[in-house]
């Protein structure tokens, strides 16, 4: 009986103690992509913000990798939206370009450019263009990733410069490239989206629009040219499939994400021996984009948070130096906060000039979804 | 009073069952429907078999291929399966008996997804089987080859699954009646003779039940197909990944699903034959 009276005493005040001593905020961000996102807030950016902060949680939660990620976060907001919620749950949101651009079009988001002073650092076309739709003033880009294609110096002696050159390289060398198709990962979605753009004659109206349904058959003729250059290419299962088998030596070229690239080969799991570089007319990047719920409850704190995101102090130590990304926000303004060697490294294979010309977007979605079921109706059957 | 009692006995018997049936009805049953309805639902919410069409103009190899390999791996680890439980009720060495029945099981705690991995790197053109088979002088290094296409997946399942079934069908021999193995022994019959004979058709009904529920279980995996197979044609989970995580389509997503359903409803049709006519027998 005594003991169960100690009990008792014991665990309620446990209970007492656990309470939080004073009013606390939490600051709710949700991302999607990569656990390692989640890991930056928790690890780097959340700690920072709550020292600056005193009486602030942040509190990440991840929804997955890739455009499904984005979608999650869409259906959520979406919901509470129909549901006539007074405040939503989530205060910042970390999203790619479609969730973004149709999260403006159903109007779940709040402009906040405006009034953040990170927001007159970014000057790219992307802070207001995502795959065509309008997002001006709603969204800050958290970092820009690129894909290129890497290869071993040592098996190509000259890497081709345009998609020409790939088609007659891999005719002699037959089974020495390798890409993961469009259902094995975004860079090989990639691959073939820079390769549509180069053989289709229809260049930047892919990116810029306007659609145009009857561009069907033209992105289909451009597609059976690649039925054949698979002939001569080993499909890999995935975007770490292709940099394990460039390591394992079993293919010596392949598109890859250059900050997977670069990460891999600061962890050791690379070869440092192995290059990038970027074909003519390029190859498509894109960004994610930190964004801000239309009714979310603590949107002021949420203004703070992205401000410290994306100042120069963080982009460079936190997106640069750690992720190998390149900058959210203009690449002059973080320059200055990194020192030069950790700085070059992004650019020693790609210079600056070759990536502000061969770095290219995705193309608009419409043109994405008939490009990716033109592989299937095409290339896959 | 007797119809009382049973009307009581019955009402007792279905309060009983309602909480294993609310799940089966909450968590299989509704989101089934769901599926089924989205299936056929247009974007204006009006009825269309357009789904349908897209799903058999853009993934009918696919469909087929699952079918193929499933049916490949339920064969091969059928005969596996025997083999083994047959070794381990007929073998003669103890200490081999002992080693096997301890070494077939560890398959089985591992899950699919790790199986996966573990067969990209074993796989691989540069992968340890090529290094294992280089060094020991049985291939030449140019002759290595990747075997990371529908071979693979097939290796994955059939590793992974063989160990159940196994462990299925080598209780069922292990609680046979020895008089008939070494009545057939004594007469001289080899042992193969004996498992063909004699262990096989005593155990054939647990043979098709671990059979089918490894047929069921195989044509549901998404992990195993999507890191070891990127040719196509590939299974039908990868194709239903894809829409939904590429396209956002969830209606030809469901409509895939509904069609592996149909699928997997052909081997619970041959379970349910075989259990009703064991039911009858008994």
């Not at chain 1, 890409?179 to 691959?191: D, E, L, Q, R």
Request: some cysteine; overall charge positive; charged content about 15%.
């Amino acid at each position: 009986m005594r003991f169960r009276l100690i009990t008792a005493v014991a665990v309620a005040a446990a209970f007492a103690a656990a309470q939080p001593a004073a009013a606390q905020t939490t600051l709710n961000v949700v991302s999607a992509g990569d656990q390692n996102m989640v890991d930056y807030v928790n690890n780097y950016l959340g700690p920072k913000f709550e020292a600056m902060n005193p009486g602030v949680k942040v509190r990440a939660v991840g929804t997955g990798p890739g455009d499904s990620g984005s979608q999650k976060i869409y259906e959520k907001l979406s919901a509470q939206q129909k549901a006539g919620s007074a405040a939503w749950d989530t205060d910042v949101a970390v999203v790619h370009q479609r969730g973004a651009a149709t999260m403006v079009n159903e109007k779940l988001l709040m402009p906040y450019r405006n009034d953040v002073a990170a927001g007159k650092l970014v000057s790219r076309d992307t802070a207001k263009n995502a795959l065509g739709a309008n997002v001006d003033g709603y969204v800050l880009p958290m970092f820009h990733s690129q894909i290129a294609f890497a290869y071993n110096p040592d098996l190509v002696k000259a890497p081709p410069k345009s998609y020409a050159e790939l088609v007659d390289w891999v005719k002699k060398n037959p089974k020495q490239f390798g890409y993961n198709g469009v259902k094995g990962g975004m860079s090989g979605v990639g691959f073939v989206m820079g390769w549509v753009s180069a053989n289709s004659g229809l260049g930047d109206k892919l990116e810029k629009g306007p659609y145009s349904a009857g561009d069907k058959a033209t992105i289909e003729k451009s597609l059976v040219g690649l039925k054949d250059f698979n002939q001569n290419v080993v499909m890999t299962p995935g975007n770490a499939g292709t940099l394990d088998m460039l390591n394992r030596g079993e293919i010596a070229m392949g598109p890859v994400w250059v900050d997977m690239f670069y990460t891999w080969q600061a962890d050791g799991k690379m070869s440092p021996k192995i290059k990038l570089s970027l074909p003519q007319p390029g190859l498509p990047g894109q960004p994610m984009y930190y964004v801000i719920p239309a009714k979310a409850a603590n949107a002021a704190l949420a203004k703070k948070f992205i401000d410290l995101a994306e100042s120069p102090e963080v982009q460079a130590d936190g997106i640069v130096k750690q992720f190998n990304w390149y900058p959210g926000i203009d690449p002059q303004f973080v320059q200055s906060k990194l020192a030069p060697a950790d700085w070059n490294k992004l650019f020693t294979d790609i210079s600056p000039s070759d990536l502000a010309k061969y770095g290219r977007p995705f193309p608009l979605s419409d043109y994405f979804t008939d490009i990716v079921e033109g592989y299937e109706r095409v290339v896959l059957k | 009073m007797a119809a009382a009692a049973e009307r009581r006995g019955r009402h007792v018997g279905l309060a009983l069952i309602s909480p294993a049936l609310a799940i089966v009805v909450a968590f299989f049953i509704i989101p089934l429907g769901i599926s089924f309805a989205l299936a056929f639902r247009a974007k204006d919410g009006s009825f269309t078999l357009q789904h349908f069409d897209k799903s058999f103009e853009l993934y009918t190899t696919d469909l087929v291929f699952s079918l193929a390999i499933v049916l490949l791996s339920s064969a091969l680890i059928a005969v596996l399966s025997i083999a083994i439980a047959g070794y381990l009720t007929l073998g003669e060495n103890p200490r081999a008996v002992a080693v096997l029945r301890w070494l077939y099981r560890w398959p089985l705690f591992i899950p699919f997804v790790v199986a996966g991995q573990l067969m990209r790197t074993f796989l691989a053109k540069n992968g340890m089987l090529n290094h294992v088979l280089i060094g020991s002088g049985l291939i030449e290094p140019l002759q290595a080859q990747s075997v990371l296409d529908w071979r693979g997946i097939v290796i994955a399942f059939v590793w992974k699954q063989a160990p159940f079934v196994t462990l299925l069908v080598a209780g069922a021999m292990a609680s046979l009646d020895r008089q008939h193995i070494e009545a057939a022994r004594n007469l001289g019959a080899p042992r193969w003779r004996v498992l063909w004979d004699i262990v096989l058709p005593q155990v054939r009904g647990t043979v098709l039940v671990g059979v089918v529920l490894s047929f069921v279980t195989m044509l549901s995996v998404l992990s195993v197909p999507l890191m070891i197979n990127p040719n196509s044609p590939t299974m039908v989970t990868v194709d239903v990944a894809y829409r939904i995580n590429t396209h956002s389509d969830y209606a030809v997503a469901n409509a895939l699903c509904l069609l592996s359903l149909l699928v997997a409803a052909g081997g619970a049709w041959f379970y349910l034959r075989h259990a009703v006519k064991g039911a009858e027998k008994t």
